[in-house]
């Protein structure tokens, strides 16, 4: 009954009120109401600029996002390419290693053969001298010999005829001018052998520089 009674007060003060007291309520009802619609109002257009704030940050956001996203993945290809590089350049390494290896192994070969063959060219060359220098000795000797004999067939004008025959049969064996003629062409030969060996000798050190 209590609750009834304070429900029913407000409709008995009005039937109390007078005209006057009616009308100046229903003025500060407007009152109220036109304030509290404008406080409404109000708080819709703060409301409203807050989400517009917040819609423009969020598309902010979305850009740097979409901006991260894009160099990520330009990290990521990025990433990709230079793993493949190096995948590349540590195969090329492999293969330069390997022929390096080999040309190496050759190269050993090859030197120890030109090491090989200039020692038989040297050694063959002394040989050459060492004949060349006998050949020159056993010409001299000739030379020597057929002086002599020149001075004997000229001193000894009146030999015997058992002397004259003997000097005929020697005269065929020993021939002085054709065995030396013929041995001085076999020195040049020799000589001419030694000269080439000698170049031979000189290219096979220049490769061997080069080699080296």
Same mark, same amino acid.
């Given at each position: 009954?209590?609750?009834?009674?304070?429900?029913?007060?407000?409709?008995?003060?009005?039937?109390?009120?007078?005209?006057?007291?009616?009308?100046?309520?229903?003025?500060?009802?407007?009152?109220?109401?036109?304030?509290?619609?404008?406080?409404?109002?109000?708080?819709? /257009? &703060? #409301? =409203?600029?807050? !989400? $517009?704030?917040?819609?423009? +940050?969020? %598309?902010? @956001? /979305? &850009? #740097? =996002?979409?901006? !991260? $996203?894009?160099?990520?993945? +330009?990290? %990521?290809? @990025?990433?990709?390419?230079?793993?493949?590089?190096?995948?590349?350049?540590?195969?090329?390494?492999?293969?330069?290693?390997?022929?390096?290896?080999?040309?190496?192994?050759?190269?050993?070969?090859?030197?120890?053969?030109?090491?090989?063959?200039?020692?038989?060219?040297?050694?063959?060359?002394?040989?050459?001298?060492?004949?060349?220098?006998?050949?020159?000795?056993?010409?001299?000797?000739?030379?020597?010999?057929?002086?002599?004999?020149?001075?004997?067939?000229?001193?000894?004008?009146?030999?015997?005829?058992?002397?004259?025959?003997?000097?005929?049969?020697?005269?065929?064996?020993?021939?002085?001018?054709?065995?030396?003629?013929?041995?001085?062409?076999?020195?040049?030969?020799?000589?001419?052998?030694?000269?080439?060996?000698?170049?031979?000798?000189?290219?096979?050190?220049?490769?061997?520089?080069?080699?080296?």
């Amino acid at each position: 009954m209590a609750a009834v009674n304070q429900r029913r007060t407000p409709e008995e003060e009005l039937h109390r009120m007078n005209h006057e007291q009616l009308c100046e309520f229903v003025r500060k009802t407007e009152t109220e109401k036109v304030h509290m619609m404008v406080e409404r109002s109000n708080l819709i /257009k &703060d #409301v =409203n600029r807050l !989400l $517009q704030t917040h819609l423009s +940050e969020i %598309r902010e @956001l /979305k &850009d #740097v =996002n979409q901006k !991260l $996203q894009d160099d990520n993945q +330009e990290l %990521r290809d @990025l990433c990709c390419f230079l793993d493949d590089d190096r995948q590349k350049g540590r195969k090329l390494a492999r293969e330069w290693q390997r022929f390096g290896r080999y040309t190496s192994s050759v190269m050993r070969s090859e030197v120890s053969q030109y090491q090989q063959k200039l020692k038989d060219l040297e050694s063959s060359q002394k040989d050459l001298i060492e004949d060349n220098t006998q050949l020159k000795e056993l010409c001299l000797f000739l030379d020597q010999e057929r002086a002599a004999l020149g001075s004997r067939d000229s001193g000894d004008g009146s030999s015997s005829t058992t002397n004259g025959e003997d000097n005929e049969n020697e005269a065929p064996l020993l021939s002085p001018n054709s065995v030396n003629e013929r041995t001085m062409q076999y020195i040049k030969s020799l000589e001419n052998k030694i000269k080439h060996l000698e170049e031979e000798k000189k290219h096979l050190a220049q490769v061997g520089d080069m080699i080296y």
